[in-house]
């Protein structure tokens, strides 16, 4: 089921020409998502949005979301996040331009863990291939899990190599999670969604395009708290994740290779950028374990004890926004009565979680 606030956040996604940035503006302009969708026509028009936007907004079309609702009702591994889910991933939600909904498949814990990416080429050398076992597997010795965007070549391989050395991976697409691309791939997917996650911005049903990839690698980057590029040619998509996550503030490293090797020039122009050049995995770990230990101190302050928690506390928990959230708006999404919720949101409120307000019930962690 997709409650009511999931289905206004997927209706925001379908708005054209609304993109992430200027999603996250609107809902900041009217201080909530329910804000939005209950706005004026009007008020819509002040902020910019033309005609068919507000139509949008004002009488949206719930029929594209049943695809959506048909695959979460699939299996209990089918997960979708908005930015008010407790599994949300903190460091992606940073970035701007961070997707508004995730599409996931597998197991969400995942996401909480210190990733690092791992890309490269489509036609990696055999030094190349090498690369990837040792690094991979050195890598999840250290408790990361490996992310990568589960192309031909280095991003495949890197999924292989945690899977076979009994690691975690995080496969990022640029469909919708029931397709795969490549179709190779397959096999692949179906044990990364078993052991790891398969993660998209795109909703089921979502096919192949070219400027897909570019918007995934950017979710690449951003969940990740560095890049690691093994091989890449001048003018590659890994070069491009490299790029997004220089802007996203977050490491890059380059494994050197010989002047005549084509497809180790990107790597050594990332090297000339100011990236790390990486001879050993030692060279990784003393740019990132205090990183990684910085996001474990992120997500206990942002999910305080939230284990401890009752699923229904937390189902409630996430209902509630950093500005006032209605109570009928509450008793309308649980479906359930004023006396019950308000007992509910009392040891909510008395546990430090939530605070009373004019406008209602507004979350504080």
Not at 258 to 271: D, E
């Amino acid at each position: 089921m997709i409650s009511d606030r999931e289905r206004l956040w997927l209706l925001l996604t379908q708005i054209n020409n609304v993109g992430p940035v200027n999603a996250c503006r609107l809902v900041d302009s009217f201080g909530s998502i329910d804000a939005l969708f209950a706005a004026s026509c009007c008020q819509l028009q002040e902020v910019g949005l033309n005609k068919e936007q507000r139509s949008a907004i004002l009488c949206p079309d719930d029929g594209l979301l049943v695809r959506v609702t048909d695959w979460l009702d699939q299996s209990e591994e089918h997960h979708l996040l908005t930015p008010e889910h407790a599994l949300f991933p903190r460091l992606l939600q940073q970035v701007s331009g961070a997707p508004n909904v995730l599409y996931a498949k597998g197991q969400l814990h995942w996401l909480q863990s210190p990733q690092i990416a791992v890309v490269g080429s489509r036609h990696p050398s055999v030094a190349g291939k090498g690369l990837i076992r040792h690094f991979v597997s050195a890598l999840v010795k250290e408790g990361f899990v490996i992310t990568s965007g589960l192309a031909l070549g280095i991003d495949g391989m890197a999924h292989e190599a945690a899977l076979a050395c009994g690691g975690a991976t995080i496969a990022v697409t640029g469909t919708g999670l029931d397709r795969v691309y490549p179709a190779a791939h397959k096999s692949l997917a179906h044990r990364v969604a078993q052991s790891g996650l398969l993660v998209s911005e795109f909703m089921p049903g979502v096919g192949v395009k070219p400027s897909h990839f570019p918007q995934r690698n950017r979710i690449i980057s951003g969940l990740s708290l560095g890049v690691l590029v093994v091989e890449a040619a001048i003018g590659s998509g890994s070069l491009i994740t490299a790029r997004t996550a220089i802007d996203q503030d977050r490491e890059v490293f380059a494994i050197p290779g010989s002047i005549h090797n084509p497809v180790a020039k990107g790597c050594h122009a990332l090297i000339k950028q100011g990236g790390h050049l990486v001879e050993t995995v030692d060279d990784i770990l003393e740019q990132l374990n205090w990183l990684a230990c910085g996001q474990h101190d992120l997500i206990s302050k942002s999910t305080p004890d939230m284990a401890q928690l009752s699923e229904e506390q937390q189902r409630l928990l996430t209902l509630i926004d950093f500005a006032p959230t209605p109570l009928d708006s509450l008793v309308e999404a649980c479906q359930k009565s004023v006396a019950e919720l308000s007992s509910k949101l009392l040891t909510l409120e008395l546990e430090g979680w939530v605070v009373s307000s004019v406008g209602g019930y507004q979350r504080l962690k």
